[in-house]
């Protein structure tokens, strides 16, 4: 079994232009999250999907952001109109969880470095 | 919103010597995870952490959690250079982290 995995690792691309990342999650977790972390800081929790459903945004996810799992399988992230201030680290997580019941603990794939110049 | 503290936040260790790092939060949080990150790298399980009381051990690393004080606990017993990394605290169903412990260890 492999762990979650991401697309691309790196992306360097120019102020105004759109991006899209993918992830892969461990195949029978049900959760998955999405989180950004810039340098010398903790990942900040951005979204997270149960199956395909996106249940939580957080108000660091402008409009320019997006986020779709639609088979409840892998998951595409989507920055429209990059910012300088885009640039970090964007991680990918995934866990097993109920709706109900709590969420198990969640594996990290190994991330995508953005660079907006 | 679980809002979580490290301390310290950069460790400098001697190699054989212990250590420890702390980890407050604000609410309560019905787990409470460790993960380490290696420079450039993305975020490694190390524990967690269920229950008040609960004790969780691998090789020189030991956590803790204290609910009624909402303090977790990492102990490093006698560093090695291998520990150098970043250890993180986090709680909460979409986990909110502390800012990191970075750890150096020295000959």
């Known amino acids: 079994d492999t762990g979650v995995s991401q697309d691309p690792r790196h992306k360097i691309t120019k102020r105004g232009q759109n991006v899209t990342f993918r992830c892969d999650p461990i195949?029978?977790?049900?959760?998955l999250y999405w989180y950004r972390q810039t340098l010398g800081q903790g990942p900040e929790f951005l979204t997270y999907f149960q199956n395909e459903a996106q249940l939580e945004k957080s108000r660091l996810l402008s409009d320019r952001f997006s986020a779709e799992r639609p088979k409840g399988s892998f998951s595409t992230l989507e920055i429209q109109r990059t910012e300088q201030g885009d640039s970090a680290m964007y991680l990918c997580?995934?866990?097993?969880?109920?709706?109900?019941?709590?969420?198990?603990?969640?594996?990290f794939g190994p991330g995508t470095r953005l660079l907006v110049l | 919103e679980l809002k979580v503290e490290q301390n310290p936040l950069f460790l400098s260790m001697q190699e054989g010597k212990n250590y420890t790092i702390y980890c407050n939060y604000s609410?309560?949080?019905?787990?409470l995870y460790w993960y380490r990150q290696d420079p450039g790298k993305s975020l490694e399980s190390l524990f967690v952490?269920?229950?008040?009381?609960a004790v969780k051990q691998e090789g020189r690393l030991m956590a803790s959690l204290d609910t009624k004080a909402r303090l977790s606990t990492l102990h490093i017993t006698a560093a090695v250079h291998d520990l150098s990394a970043t250890y993180f605290c986090a709680g909460g169903y979409k986990l909110s982290f502390g800012a990191g412990t970075t750890v150096t260890v020295r000959a």
């Open positions: 609410t309560t949080s019905d787990r």
């Open positions: 997580a995934s866990s097993s969880g109920g709706l109900a019941g709590l969420a198990r603990t969640q594996y």
């Open positions: 195949s029978e977790h049900n959760r």
């Open positions: 952490l269920l229950s008040n009381g």
